[in-house]
């Protein structure tokens, strides 16, 4: 399965708030697409819901990081058939992806912090899935 890019965010970026809701509004996206309209996670260990829709839809979140952090994403797939997760630096560099597998419901990514920032967690479908997912990101 093709990996969509990491999200190119820009060096300083609006606030954004929390959204822990899923879904919303017809018409309306849950959780931004980008490292500009990223949701910012303000508090670890957090969990969030969220969905990817239409197909092809990214749901970025946004979190500040120490250095020697290890930051650990769980992506439960709730009614989203297939879906992954990238890890970004705040330049955009991906740093680790995964990807479920087969019929796998549960997508983990691990990474250990070598500098102090911002990164950008990105939640994804796999080829033409949407759904509803639940994300819990905690650090160690």
Same mark, same amino acid.
């Not at 967690?121 to 160690?140: C, D, E, P, Q, W």
């Given at each position: 399965?093709?990996?969509?890019?990491?999200?190119?965010?820009? *060096?300083?970026?609006?606030?954004? +708030?929390?959204? +822990?809701?899923? #879904? #919303?509004?017809?018409?309306?996206?849950?959780? $931004?697409?980008?490292?500009?309209? *990223?949701? +910012?996670?303000?508090?670890?260990?957090?969990?969030?819901?969220?969905?990817?829709?239409?197909?092809?839809?990214?749901?970025?979140?946004?979190?500040?990081?120490?250095?020697?952090?290890?930051?650990?994403?769980?992506?439960?797939?709730?009614?989203?058939?297939?879906? $992954?997760?990238?890890?970004?630096?705040?330049?955009?560099?991906?740093?680790?992806?995964?990807?479920?597998?087969?019929?796998?419901?549960?997508?983990?990514?691990?990474?250990?912090?070598?500098?102090? $920032?911002t990164y950008f967690?990105?939640?994804? #479908?796999?080829? +033409?899935?949407? $759904?509803?997912?639940?994300?819990?990101?905690?650090?160690?």
């Open positions: 399965a093709t990996q969509p890019a990491a999200t190119q965010p820009a *060096a300083t970026q609006p606030a954004a +708030t929390q959204d +822990t809701q899923a #879904g #919303g509004a017809a018409g309306s996206d849950d959780h $931004g697409n980008t490292g500009q309209s *990223a949701t +910012t996670v303000g508090s670890l260990p957090a969990t969030l819901n969220g969905t990817i829709a239409p197909a092809g839809d990214l749901d970025v979140f946004r979190v500040a990081l120490r250095a020697g952090q290890k930051i650990q994403v769980e992506m439960r797939l709730l009614t989203l058939a297939g879906g $992954g997760l990238n890890l970004a630096n705040s330049g955009g560099k991906q740093l680790e992806s995964e990807n479920a597998s087969d019929n796998e419901k549960v997508v983990r990514l691990s990474y250990e912090v070598r500098e102090a $920032g967690v990105v939640a994804h #479908g796999t080829r +033409t899935s949407s $759904g509803t997912y639940r994300l819990t990101i905690t650090t160690k």
